[in-house]
């Protein structure tokens, strides 16, 4: 067993999951991978379980009953994670969005660089860092994290970010199963809660891009969860970690 798990949540990934998969097993440093499908009927889990063989140890498997939602995959991991001695978590996607060759970076800005969680960050800098998005849905992000910043006073730029690692005491301290949200407004969630207990955030900054297979998860409701969501955290607020 290695010391960092990335989980990967999938719903009809057939396109791209073996070659994310193998993409991760290629990097220089060790990562134990965990997808987590909620039964996909394009057989995403079959190809998984074919791939076990190869990766024997190394590639595990949790085939959820439908589809619960992207937050409650997390959550599904992150048990799974801390219940077998994992010291860093990574979420990150299934559609090559998030460029492998990033994984590293983040482990190392928690293993040797002080932070508490990485952030995988496309607005860092100044700068916008995506691939392939037309202008409407770039705007609405990326004006959806500074209303997050607004709203919240949390200082993280990208707070909607998918592709971030989590030092295992983290996880240990945020009450994983009072997380409310599931959709978009998970991971904001995520990084407020983090920063409220006093853990040290730091982004990094990446290029994302757009995945070329597959459709996106992307919906009205989930949007509306992100934006009402996060004056429900604000209002609650969240006592610092003594």
């Not at 937050?71 to 492998?100: C, K, V």
């Amino acid at each position: 067993m290695q010391d960092t798990l990335v989980i990967i949540p999938t719903y009809n990934e057939k396109d791209t999951i073996e070659r994310i998969i193998r993409a991760v097993f290629s990097e220089d440093k060790k990562f134990d991978v965990l997808v987590v499908d909620d039964h996909s009927p394009d057989g995403t889990s079959v190809i998984v379980q074919e791939l076990q063989k190869e990766y024997k140890d190394r590639l595990f498997l949790e085939v959820r009953t439908d589809k619960k939602g992207l937050g409650t995959a997390y959550i599904h991991g992150f048990h799974w994670a801390l219940a077998r001695g994992y010291q860093y978590i990574i979420e990150m996607d299934a559609d090559f969005s998030h460029n492998p060759n990033d994984l590293i970076r983040l482990y190392n800005a928690c293993a040797e660089g002080g932070a508490d969680v990485s952030v995988g960050s496309r607005y860092v800098n100044n700068q916008v860092n995506v691939v392939n998005w037309d202008i409407k849905r770039l705007l609405l992000s990326y004006f959806a994290s500074r209303y997050v910043r607004f709203i919240t006073r949390i200082p993280i730029n990208d707070t909607t970010a998918g592709f971030v690692c989590y030092k295992r005491k983290v996880l240990e301290t945020i009450q994983l199963d009072k997380i409310k949200f599931i959709g978009y407004a998970f991971q904001i969630e995520m990084k407020f809660k983090a920063w409220k207990h006093g853990f040290k955030v730091k982004e990094i900054p990446v290029i994302f891009t757009d995945r070329e297979f597959g459709t996106s998860k992307m919906n009205s409701k989930i949007i509306n969860e992100a934006v009402f969501g996060v004056i429900k955290m604000r209002l609650k607020g969240l006592p610092k970690a003594s």
